[in-house]
């Protein structure tokens, strides 16, 4: 059985910072990439960040460039999400994906995706 279990999310202030996590289980992550997405109340799901299975590639919405990093650690079967600088929009629960052996990064956000954790509330406040 295949699980994907985010955590790390919590109350954190505008420009505070918070990594998440997704620890894997029941497959090698080395085989696919991984991604985030987030939906906040009364809002649809939206992509936010993918590495691609052999970590030499990622991709990033435009509302979280150069504040947020993905990142995995196959040995741990594990991928990150750090996220800096947060503002008050970025309040969402965020999930983790993931796809079988996913390279062109920019099919991420339009695809259905293999696998999805349960998410993680992560909340801005001002």
């Known amino acids: 059985q295949v699980q994907l279990v985010e955590s790390g999310g919590g109350l954190v202030q505008a420009g505070g910072s918070l990594r998440l996590s997704c620890a894997v289980s029941?497959?090698?992550?080395?085989?696919?990439?991984m991604g985030w997405f987030r939906q906040a109340p009364g809002k649809e799901r939206e992509f936010v960040a993918v590495?691609?299975?052999?970590?030499?590639?990622?991709y990033y919405a435009d509302f979280v460039k150069g504040r947020f990093i993905i990142s995995r650690d196959n040995g741990k079967n594990t991928a990150y999400l750090q996220m800096n600088s947060l503002k008050l929009e970025d309040t969402a629960v965020y999930y983790c994906a993931a796809e079988l052996y996913l390279s062109n990064l920019g099919y991420a956000p339009s695809i259905n995706w293999d696998y999805w954790g349960q998410g993680t509330q992560v909340t801005v406040s001002s």
């Open positions: 590495i691609r299975w052999s970590g030499d590639s990622t």
């Open positions: 029941g497959l090698t992550i080395s085989s696919y990439t």
